[in-house]
């Protein structure tokens, strides 16, 4: 598929900059390079004087030219690297809009293009927002890995065994009496169609995994007034991102800082203390510190060892550290009891606490090389899918279990964005000889 209009954008990022890049697709891209640059070697650098349309020069810089369909959207790509000023990339797009079949391009309009040309899967596409979003490093390997296929290829293997296992039913339905069929062959294919639930269902729980990449692991700092939540929270930021007083009852909101600890996004949430007689905002404060706490991916329960006060009823259920704080005022041996000593004012314990919430986040995003599912969407399609086979491995006529096999099948199509029925066919006569 070829656009009828060529594209062009500001592919880079904020001006200035040392270097900006256009890129332009579609049609028109090699006359706009021969006239703007002259002719150029196909994938080749070339440094070149860039002309406007009055034979003025307007940047020297360097012209890449790629020539469909083995580009980026398929069709005839090309990038000009100019020196990234606001001026010179402005001349350049007004330049290049100014011939005739280009306009400036939508957003997302080159990746849509590399879609409906076939060189991109929905879910390579998602992968690669993903990927130019990344901040930290398991969000870059993440989205790296699934831009690069590893998501879809597991997808279309499931779907290519599902077509397989249906060809298999469909082949002892129609040609049950032809010689070429083997005799038996359903027994195969329902015990690998369960094997496959229990593969889909084992993937798709990886979804908290990947959301946690994406999101970011969530600890909340939970105690009792004074406890010197803010104090910790402070030091974790490295910057006086909430108020600290000697006043009971300072913080009143949720307040959230994001930081990258070993390469994983992990966000701390500073709460209100925990105490039964507050005001009403305060109070306010008090109920959304709980029930931010009970979602939580960790709560750090700090006490203080000068001045030990009780936080009151804990939410159950996320995971726990318990905390002495202020070690620099306690007495010796007020530490017993805690899972880590710490002062936000010296800071004693620090490195050990932010090493064992990076352990946590870490164990609780699985291994580097884990293939999750990194979209809600692709976890609704991977549950139909296991609703359709669970209803094929119970249903009753062959008939109906093909087609059950057909919906699971097509569901996992919708997820890489290719259903087609074609392969269907293929798979029926590749695999015997019917009818030869
Ligand atoms: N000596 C010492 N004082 C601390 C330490 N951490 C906090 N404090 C003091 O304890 C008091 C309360 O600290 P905050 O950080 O405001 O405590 P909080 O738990 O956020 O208090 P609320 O927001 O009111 O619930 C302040 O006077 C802090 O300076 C510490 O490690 N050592
Ligand atoms: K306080
Ligand atoms: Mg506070």
Known sequence: MTSKDSIVALS???????IAVIRISGPRTRFVVETIAGTV????????????TDGSII????????????????EDVAEFQVHGSRAVAAKMLETITGFEGVRHAEPGEFTRRAFLNGKLDLVETEALADLVNAETEAQRRFALRNAEGAQSALYSSWRRRLIHARAMIEAEIDFADEEDVPGSVSDAVWSDVAAMIGEIDLHTEGFKAAEIIRDGFEVVILGAPNAGKSSLFNALAQREAAIVTDEPGTTRDLLEVIMDISGLKVRIVDTAGLREAAGKVESIGIERARAKAGAADLVLLLEDMADPASAGDVPSGAPLLKIGTKSDIASAGAGNGYDL?????????????????????????????????????????????????????????????AEELRLAADRLGRIIGAVDVEDLLDVIFSQFCIGK
Not at 45 to 51: G, I, P, S, V
Not at 59 to 74: E, I, K, N, Q
Request: glycine share 12%; aromatic share 6%.
């Open 12 to 18: 880079s990022g904020r001006l200035p900059a040392g």
């Open 341 to 401: 000593v710490i002062s936000s004012k010296v800071g004693t314990g620090l490195e050990r606490l932010l090493s064992e919430i990076g352990a946590r986040a870490a164990a609780a995003v699985g291994n580097a090389g884990d293939i999750l599912p990194s979209r809600l969407r692709h976890v609704e399609l991977l549950h139909e899918t296991t609703d359709f086979l669970r209803a094929a491995m119970s249903g009753q006529s062959q008939e109906l279990r």
């Open 41 to 52: 070697k196909d994938r080749f650098t070339t440094l070149r004087k860039f002309k406007a």
């Open 59 to 74: 940047d020297r810089g360097l012209v890449l030219f790629f020539p469909g369909p083995g580009s980026f959207t398929g």
